[in-house]
């Protein structure tokens, strides 16, 4: 606990006083307390759903707190909009980027802050000035929707210096980097604080944390739990604060591969209507038993490759075989029907169907099987079943099978996709991000039931952006750049950041334990 | 074989200076015969009922000329006003929206029932199967195999629009006719094709362009004034220096294009010359073909009051004045006027026929 | 805990495109355009002998038709550019001509255009009390403004009107607009075009019919026209409210007030619409409100602005395609709309030409197909069947979708819905 | 529950208030005039034409209301059925079969004609993303030009007196009603539109078909991870739309018309789309949406008949449309807060009293 050491004569930038927030039948927090230093980079940290992003929400004025007060620069102030917050000198970057896909850079930049040098040239020439503090390389006439990640998180940035925000709010920035990507960051940040920034800064990866925060704040279940010093103390401690009990990890526990072979992709290739390639003649091979893994900075052709195993995207050449049986022409329903069961990234767009209860979505991708259908007839009432099981065995916390999806909490949200996907003993599960933004909890029991169907022989394509579970599930690792695998690593002599390299493309002559081509 | 015609323009010369015209037909001989209903019977015990089409009452046009038929009742035959009683009818009605008006008419002891439109026709058929002891009229309409008490007052549209036809061919400088239908279904054509007949009778070698603003089934044609303008333009441009229309409310916007391009205009139903909504382009209305749907209307009512329907024409046609040509402003000289009341004659005498369906399209 | 997940904010990403060849200024195409479309216009009334395809005249009533589709084009394009859906705007326009008549009879036409803006925006502002404060389904909400549009004005005619005018269908006269002619320009252009040269007289015509005989609407919608395009493209507000069609939540966590600008450009919307139902008030002589005289044109103003892929040059296009195309049928005759074919002919040959240089065989081919079928067509017939002229324009649309509709970028948040602070 | 009743009820009597201040406006007495409307009912054949007019709006509500199932706004159902009814009229009219078969035949040809319509919208949807607003009001359009082509006299066209109508359907193909005498007929085929309605029914709620059109309606991304194909669902809804749209004209053609005329009714398409949302495209919602709008159409008549504005039926749809969806978002919202309180309770994450522990300041 560190507050000795704010210096009476500099008031805080930001001090949050007893802010208590609720939504309906939720207590998002609850008489929070937290002081940021100016020029400091101070870090928030909990538990999905804790609270996080609605305290920095209405620190940015876009919710309006129950309780509470707030103070900048030790002024007491009260934002009814997000304009009033950045007219005080706070920028936030969001968890999920806020950007519109049809307007430009530039357009994206101004927006909003258009009184300052106009939507013209005065502008364009702001942006290009401040672009190079970010790192972000592009005409600002470019439309948006053509920058990869990365530079989409630039342009947020950019978005909140263009403000001339001294405060800003980074909520999970580095969920979608690799490691280069995040060391860039943190350059940007450490220059940034060095100018006189301060900076409030969530993320679920610890070590991330403790390498750039000068304070961290803890939240769990919407209150604050204390502020530490992260040199004092590691990461066990700062997750076993947020939890409030002993932390689980993916460790690798090998169970024998089986000789069957259930998946084998050749020559795999995706185009684009105006012939852009997407998958470059991609082959692999999983076998009963095995967790295949892949790498790859978002963007470079995971989800296509899914979706085109999936029968969701039309290959242009190459073949699919599940255990010998030739896919290539089926649709998705057919494949699902062969045997495989699908985890997608996104579950709330490809997972769920929100306003429907749990039982119609156990339906969805088994709608001509047993136990919830019958020939064309739906079997409601084994529909219903069969959810009560999953909800029983995957421990989904609901009050009842017949709510809206949408009323789930994420990871119970999440629980219940891949309960229906092991359902109907599938032969192949592709599962995509299958523990992205659930809490440590959900994590663990996701893991524990993709260990044990493996156990069962199930094989398994994983694709993840968290290193850490990729490492610690897989049996053998393909990473992916620029829709093509270029590199095969072993889980367990691989690093985190040697994966990182490869999967920028930068490390190929770092590694030894990273083998180079398109084998397999 | 060519007749030469008064300083007017109907000269028999080609050219600007107007149609090759055939000869002057004899002068009329012989009279009109009016309607051989009596007017003086007494009326003042009728309930009249009256089912307007869309528009109803004040629509300038049919209905309103089948309104002033009831008014003349009204002031001739001593209905009372307190017993007389008009519906409306809505847009995109159904088939049975028509029969429940005429049913509550009928019911309410409305008698006679009389409706405006030949859109009522089955309905009449219909409810006056139900009601054998009223009296039912439509005016425009026809079905086969109505009731005895169902009066069907059709007018001869054709042979009026030949008479227009003739004065159109006669008043031309430029032996270029031009005709604008509001909507292309058989009682428009009807209208076409006796004004095609009428020139081509008196200018064999006149043109007569025909042009409909929209098709069977749409129709926004007899509501559409710019688009009657720009169709009236059109015809102007390829040299027409008459035109007549019967395109409705479409036709102000064919008056408004030849009061614009200084030519002469025919208007249609009433004497449209004097209409307040067209005042501005009285100028160059020069005749309108009038079918006297209030002539009709009134010659019913007194017919119902004095019991004989037997003597009600078959069809308002010029020999019972259901149908005839106005001279409002005094726009045509006493020669045109000639010409039209010889072929009039001839009409009413049979000596022609007027065809009711054009012989293009 | 917004349900419909579908939203941009959600939107998963996957490899970005790559960065698009540079391609020419949109007004440089759409300059392209134009002069393609009078080249083929003028090579047909060539080939053919139709001088009408080009004369003046047709100009004059591509201009009469064309206005109130244009108008209500642009309001589609306020409301959808902020995001929604307005399928109201039949509705906007009926109410615009009402307004603008009752406005004209009290203070003449300028009045009259004010009025009818006004009308048509209480439209719009139901609108968008219905669908950004209570977040009802914009189509839904549209049906039934229009069912509302036509039983208000209905009723306030009978109201106020027939009084008047006797007349439950028509207002009064109201009084119309001075027109104006550029003179010796327009005289110039006369001249050239009655000298019947190749091009020449073509190009003349078209000019000539938009310099004569002008009402101050065609300038007021021409200038509503680059307004739409400076406000909405070119300034502060028109990026906060593009913004909002686009992102909302986006726009709203840069302090943009996305309630706000969905409601002016809801409002506006019916405002645009309103002008349109006065620019029909205006242009019809007499100048009356009479019912049932939009005949669907506020429908045919939404077609026109998904055709000019939600721009104002491209609903001009679109807007200019309808009136054109009509007015050629209703004043130049059958025969003449029969010569179009033969432009279509011409078009689908420079489409091969085109797709052949691209070395798209496949699509080269079909358009070769298409040209022969069509010119068998128009060989074969004098006249189509007159039935079907009336939906040249419709027609047109659809085939010209069929080729290029993939090119068709509605904003991203079209339709969707939006409470604030809802998002994440 | 509370939310399927409320919301109309609460939107009904919203509206009812609003057409009660336009009446006072106009100087008529509300209560009288919904007194009428109600009165009405039970005069002459008024509750069996609402009856038959149900059905009708039933079918075009059914047909819009596949389409929303899959968020695909079929605007075209005016021109399906349109077609639907005119084809089924020719071949009707061309064919001699057995009754029962003849019925029969003339349905499928209407829903074929109908599904046809709908086609080309479907195609351009999936494989050119073609809009479906845009295209299915281009198809109406030329709905129209293709009817007004098909009754020429030259093709299908008959004249009767100023009309156009097909060749009668023999009485093979007649579809008998049920007489009540007085009351009037209630068209056979209202059981047609049960039949519909309940197929749709099951369909929706207990088929794959009806799930997957759901599924694919709610999140097309969800659906197509799911194994739906979404292009065929689009193409197979748009299909079965218009295939049922076709079906719409087919009370009035084979239970009293027996013809397609100039007077074939329009409009029942949009009124379709209305209802199908006032009934939040459920069958039983939809009946009563239908059977109200029913009510407000054919009470225009009996408005008209005391002298009230008959456009306040008009507006009072409007409203009543307008109003109800509104009532619904605000019950929508109220549940749904009801039910994150109630998962919230269950869960005990509304509780944080427990946890509170936190020292920071
Ligand atoms: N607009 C809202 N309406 C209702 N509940 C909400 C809303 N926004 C957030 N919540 C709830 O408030 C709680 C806190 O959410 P918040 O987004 O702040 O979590 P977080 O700590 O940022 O989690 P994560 O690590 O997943 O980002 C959650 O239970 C969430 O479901
Ligand atoms: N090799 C191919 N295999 C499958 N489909 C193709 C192929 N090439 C083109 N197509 C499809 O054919 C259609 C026309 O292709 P093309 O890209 O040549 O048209 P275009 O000139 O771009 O025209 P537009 O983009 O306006 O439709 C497109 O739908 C495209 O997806
Ligand atoms: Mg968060
Ligand atoms: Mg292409």
């Known amino acids: 606990m560190t507050d000795t050491e704010s210096e009476p004569a500099q008031p805080p930038a930001v001090a949050l006083t007893g802010i208590t927030k609720r939504f309906p039948g939720v207590v998002a927090n609850s008489d929070v307390h937290l002081t940021v230093r100016a020029g400091e980079v101070h870090a928030l940290c909990g538990e999905n759903g804790a609270g996080k992003s609605t305290l920095m929400k209405i620190l940015y004025g876009m919710q309006a707190p129950d309780e509470g007060t707030i103070e900048v620069g030790g002024e007491p102030v009260r934002f009814r909009s997000p304009a009033e917050a950045i007219k005080a000198g706070i920028g936030m970057v969001h968890q999920h980027f806020m950007l519109a896909d049809n307007l430009t850079v530039l357009e994206n930049v101004v927006l909003g802050a258009e009184g300052l040098h106009g939507i013209g040239r005065r502008a364009k020439a702001r942006i290009r000035e401040l672009a190079g503090a970010t790192g972000l390389d592009v005409d600002p006439d470019t439309l948006v929707e053509r920058l990869g990640v990365a530079d989409r998180q630039r342009v947020e940035i950019l978005k909140v210096l263009y403000r001339g925000a001294r405060i800003v709010i980074l909520d999970e920035p580095t969920a979608v980097l690799v490691p280069q990507e995040v060391d860039e960051l943190f350059e940007t940040l450490r220059s940034m604080r060095a100018d006189g920034y301060t900076f409030l800064f969530i993320s679920h990866k610890l070590d991330e944390v403790r390498t750039i925060a000068d304070t961290v704040t803890v939240i769990r279940r919407g209150t604050t739990v204390g502020t530490v010093d992260p040199r004092t103390v590691s990461s066990r401690q700062l997750a076993e604060m947020m939890v409030g009990s002993e932390l689980p990890s993916p460790e690798h526990r090998h169970t024998p591969i089986g000789d069957d072979e259930v998946l084998r992709v050749e020559g795999l290739t995706l185009r684009t209507q105006d012939d852009r390639t997407l998958l470059d003649s991609l082959d692999l091979v999983i076998r009963s038993g095995e967790v295949l893994g892949i790498a790859g900075v978002e963007g470079n052709g995971q989800t296509e490759l899914v979706e085109t195993i999936m029968g969701m995207r039309r290959a242009a050449e190459g073949r699919v075989l599940l255990a010998g049986k030739d896919l290539t022409k089926a649709g998705t329903l057919a494949r699902r029907e062969a045997g495989i069961g699908y985890i997608p990234e996104d579950r709330t767009r490809h997972g769920l169907l929100l306003t429907q209860p749990l039982w119609a979505n156990r339906i969805l991708g088994h709608q001509t099987r047993r136990p919830t259908a019958r020939g064309a007839m739906l079997d409601i009432a084994g529909a219903r079943r069969d959810t009560e099981r999953i909800v029983e065995e995957f421990d989904v916390r609901t009050p009842g099978i017949e709510v809206a999806a949408a009323s789930l909490s994420g990871g119970n949200q999440q629980k219940l996709v891949v309960g229906r996907e092991l359902s109907g003993d599938p032969v192949l599960l592709i599962a995509s991000h299958p523990t992205r933004g659930v809490d440590v909890g959900a994590q663990a029991a996701i893991w524990d039931q993709i260990r044990s169907a493996r156990a069962r022989g199930l094989a398994v394509l994983l694709v993840s952006a968290d290193l850490d579970e990729l490492i610690g599930l897989s049996d053998s690792i393909l990473v992916m750049l620029r829709g093509r695998f270029v590199a095969d690593a072993d889980p367990t002599t691989v690093t985190p950041e040697d994966l990182g390299s490869a999967m920028t493309g930068a490390g190929s002559d770092r590694v030894d334990h990273i083998e180079e081509g398109e084998t397999r | 074989k060519d007749s030469a015609s008064s300083n007017n323009s109907s000269g028999g010369q080609n050219g600007a200076a107007g149609c090759q015209t055939v000869d002057k037909p004899p002068a009329a001989s012989g009279q009109a015969s009016t309607s051989e209903v009596a007017t003086d019977v007494d009326a003042s015990s009728l309930k009249v009922g009256l089912a307007f089409d869309i528009g109803g009452r004040g629509d300038a046009s049919f209905n309103d000329s089948a309104a002033a038929g009831l008014d003349e009742a009204i002031a001739q035959l001593g209905v009372k006003k307190e017993n007389t009683k008009e519906l409306t009818a809505t847009d995109q009605e159904s088939e049975d929206s028509k029969q429940t008006r005429l049913r509550q008419l009928a019911r309410e002891g409305h008698n006679p029932v009389i409706s405006v439109g030949f859109a009522y026709s089955e309905a009449t058929k219909v409810i006056a199967g139900e009601f054998p002891n009223t009296q039912f009229a439509v005016v425009d309409g026809f079905v086969e195999g109505a009731p005895e008490n169902v009066t069907f007052l059709g007018f001869a549209e054709h042979e009026g629009s030949f008479l227009v036809g003739v004065i159109a061919a006669l008043e031309s400088e430029s032996c270029t006719i031009g005709f604008v239908g509001g909507v292309n279904v058989p009682l428009i054509q009807k209208f076409q094709a006796g004004f095609e007949q009428g020139v081509k009778a008196v200018a064999p070698d006149a043109t007569v362009n025909s042009r409909y603003i929209t098709e069977a089934g749409d129709l926004t044609g007899f509501t559409d004034a710019p688009k009657g303008q720009v169709t009236a333009k059109g015809l102007i441009d390829q040299g027409a220096d008459v035109v007549y229309h019967a395109a409705g409310a479409s036709g102000k916007g064919v008056f408004a294009a030849a009061h614009e391009a200084g030519i002469k205009a025919i208007g249609v139903d009433s004497d449209q010359y004097n209409q307040p909504t067209v005042a501005e382009y009285k100028d160059v209305i020069i005749s309108s073909m009038l079918k006297r749907v209030d002539v009709a209307v009134f010659d019913y009512i007194a017919a119902v009051a004095a019991g004989d329907l037997a003597n009600l024409p078959q069809v308002f046609d010029l020999k019972v004045n259901g149908i005839g040509y106005s001279t409002s402003g005094d726009m045509l000289s006493d020669e045109t006027v000639d010409w039209v009341e010889a072929y009039k004659q001839q009409i009413i005498n049979g000596e022609i026929t007027v065809s009711d369906t054009p012989t293009t399209s | 805990m917004s349900t419909a997940d579908t939203g941009p904010g959600s939107s998963v990403m996957t490899m970005p495109a790559a960065p698009r060849r540079r391609t020419l200024p949109a007004w440089a195409i759409f300059l392209i355009g134009v002069v393609a479309v009078v080249g083929v216009l003028a090579t047909t009334s060539y080939l053919t002998g139709k001088p009408a395809l080009t004369s003046s005249l047709t100009m004059q009533n591509t201009v009469t038709l064309g206005v109130p589709i244009l108008l209500a084009g642009l309001g589609g394009i306020w409301a959808e550019r902020s995001g929604m859906i307005n399928i109201g705007l039949e509705g906007m326009m009926v109410l615009g001509t009402w307004g603008a008549a009752w406005g004209g009879l009290h203070g003449g036409p300028w009045v009259a255009v004010l009025s009818g803006a006004l009308f048509g925006a209480l439209g719009g502002l139901l609108h968008a009390i219905a669908t950004v404060t209570f977040g009802v389904n914009h189509i839904v909400s549209g049906v039934a403004i229009n069912l509302l549009g036509m039983g208000v004005t209905k009723y306030l005619a009978v109201l106020i009107f027939e009084p008047l005018s006797q007349n439950p269908r028509d207002s009064p006269p109201i009084e119309q607009f001075e027109t104006f002619s550029a003179q010796p320009l327009g005289d110039w252009l006369t001249d050239l075009e009655n000298e019947q040269r190749v091009v020449i007289s073509d190009v003349a015509g078209l000019l000539g019919g938009l310099v004569t005989r002008v009402s101050p609407m065609l300038i007021i919608t021409i200038l509503l026209v680059v307004g739409t395009y400076l406000v909405l493209w070119r300034s502060r507000f028109g990026l906060r409210l593009r913004s909002c069609g686009e992102n909302p939540v986006a726009a709203e966590s840069l302090g943009v007030n996305v309630y706000f600008h969905k409601y002016v450009a809801v409002v506006m919307s019916g405002a645009l619409a309103g002008i349109g139902g006065a620019a029909l008030v205006l242009g019809s002589s007499p100048s009356i409100y009479s019912e049932g005289q939009t005949a669907n044109r506020g429908f045919i103003g939404l077609a026109a602005m998904i055709f000019g892929n939600w721009t104002p040059g491209g609903t001009l296009a679109g807007a200019t395609l309808f009136g054109y195309a009509d007015g050629l049928r209703l004043s130049a005759g059958p025969e003449t709309v029969h010569a179009l074919l033969y432009a279509a002919v011409i078009s689908a040959g420079l489409l091969v030409i085109w797709q052949l240089w691209r070395r798209k065989w496949r699509t080269a081919m079909l358009a070769a197909v298409g040209a022969v079928v069509v010119y068998a067509l128009y060989y074969a017939s004098d006249e189509l069947p007159t039935q079907f002229l009336p939906y040249t324009p419709h027609i047109i649309t659809l085939v010209v979708l069929a080729l290029a509709a993939q090119r068709l970028r509605p904003p991203a948040a079209n339709g969707v819905p939006y409470r604030r602070g809802e998002g994440d | ?361």
């Open chain 4, 1 to 361: 529950m509370r939310s399927t009743l409320l919301a109309p009820t609460l939107a009904i009597a919203f509206s009812a208030l609003l057409c009660a201040l336009a009446l006072l406006a106009s100087g008529a007495n509300p209560a009288d005039a919904l007194g009428v409307m109600i009165g009405h009912v039970g005069k002459g054949q008024v509750a069996v034409d609402i009856v038959n007019s149900t059905a009708i709006y039933m079918l075009a509500a059914l047909a819009a209301a596949i389409g929303f199932q899959m968020n695909l706004l079929n605007i075209g159902i005016e021109g399906q059925y349109r077609i639907g009814a005119l084809v089924a009229a020719i071949v009707g009219s061309a064919l001699v079969l057995p009754p029962v078969l003849h019925w029969l035949v003339i349905l499928v040809v209407a829903s074929l004609a109908g599904a046809l319509w709908a086609l080309l919208p479907a195609i351009l949807k999936v494989t050119r993303g073609v809009h479906e607003v845009l295209s299915t009001i281009m198809m109406n359009a030329i709905a129209f030009g293709l009817a007004a082509y098909l009754i020429r006299r030259d093709m299908f066209g008959i004249l009767v007196g100023n009309n156009v109508s097909t060749e009668p359907i023999p009485d093979s193909g007649r579809v008998p009603g049920i007489d009540l005498g007085d009351r009037g007929t209630v068209f056979g085929l209202v059981f047609l539109a049960v039949v519909v309605a309940a197929v749709y029914g099951i369909v929706m709620k207990r088929t794959r078909f009806g799930f997957e059109l759901k599924a694919s309606g709610e999140s097309p991304t969800a659906a197509a991870a799911g194994g739906v194909n979404a292009k065929k669902m689009v193409v197979v809804s748009l299909l079965v739309s218009g295939a049922v749209a076709g079906l719409v004209g087919m009370p009035e053609i084979l239970g009293r018309d027996h013809a397609y005329t100039l007077n074939f009714a329009a409009g029942y398409g949009f009124a379709g789309i209305g209802i199908a949302l006032l009934g939040r495209n459920h069958p039983v919602g939809i009946a009563f949406g239908s059977l109200l709008w029913a009510f407000l159409e054919k009470s225009k008549v009996a408005l008209d008949n005391v002298g009230v504005p008959r456009e306040i039926a008009t507006i009072m749809q409007g409203s009543i449309v307008l109003s109800v969806v509104v009532a619904y978002e605000i019950v929508k919202r109220m549940d749904l807060a009801a039910e994150q309180r109630r998962v919230g309770r269950a869960l005990g994450t509304a509780k944080p009293a427990e946890q509170v522990g936190g020292d920071g300041k």
